[in-house]
């Protein structure tokens, strides 16, 4: 459902990558490795459609997201370094802005139990600037367990995660490829999962 065709992505007058190809179908997911700088992130934000490529072209469901728009955006939940946890509000009140932007329709009830599976009972209606960095980290997964979206691109999920919180995404991710989705991720971890196929994809030398 993903296909990717001569893709190549700059950064300054750098070349990251060249003539990439690969596709990914429902229930697989993608591992990306690279060293530092060798454009990991680039090609995750590229394949949400947030960057341009210098060439190549990016299909979903073949067709070329250059052309989907709105119908690509629905498809697709980014979760990025940037956790964009804000810390006076609290973990629900995040998660009903998350929730939001991703265009899902949830009740209240849903937002509680999403924190709380994400292993912050009893930390829902704090101020997300008082928690841990794992913490707000498991806030903005939460999303994930809301959203409907079919393609996840994940760039360092289990990071500031402990080995519970790492399990717990994990099974969050099985899960996802077990109904069907796709996860497209970048990790120095070793990823382990109970359903859908692993992929590797490495960049740089």
């Known amino acids: 459902m993903l296909k990717v065709t001569g893709l190549e992505c700059v950064r300054g007058d750098r070349q990251l990558f060249s003539s990439l190809d690969f596709s990914l179908e429902a229930g697989e997911l993608l591992h990306v490795h690279g060293h530092n700088g060798s454009g990991k992130t680039t090609l995750l934000r590229t394949l949400c459609g947030l960057l341009m490529p210098e060439q190549g072209e990016i299909f979903w469901d073949e067709k070329n997201i250059s052309g989907l728009g709105d119908e690509f955006r629905g498809e697709v939940v980014y979760f990025g370094h940037n956790n964009g946890i804000k810390g006076d509000l609290t973990g629900v009140e995040n998660l009903h802005i998350l929730a939001t932007m991703d265009g ?3 009740d209240e009830k849903q937002v509680w139990i999403a924190l709380k599976d994400m292993g912050l009972a009893g930390y829902e209606d704090l101020p997300t600037g008082m928690l ?4 707000k980290k498991r806030v903005a997964l ?3 367990l809301l959203s409907k979206s079919l393609l996840w691109i994940l760039d360092e999920p289990f990071t500031a995660l402990d080995k519970a919180a790492v399990d717990h995404l994990q099974g969050v991710i099985s899960a996802h490829l077990g109904r069907g989705g796709l996860v497209v991720l ?3 971890q070793d990823v382990h999962l109970t359903s859908g196929q692993t992929r590797q994809l490495k960049l740089g030398t």
Do not use: I, N, Y
């Open 186 to 188: 970048t990790t120095h």
């Open 132 to 135: 841990s960095q794992g913490q």
């Open 104 to 106: 899902v329709d949830f």
């Open 142 to 144: 939460a999303r994930l």
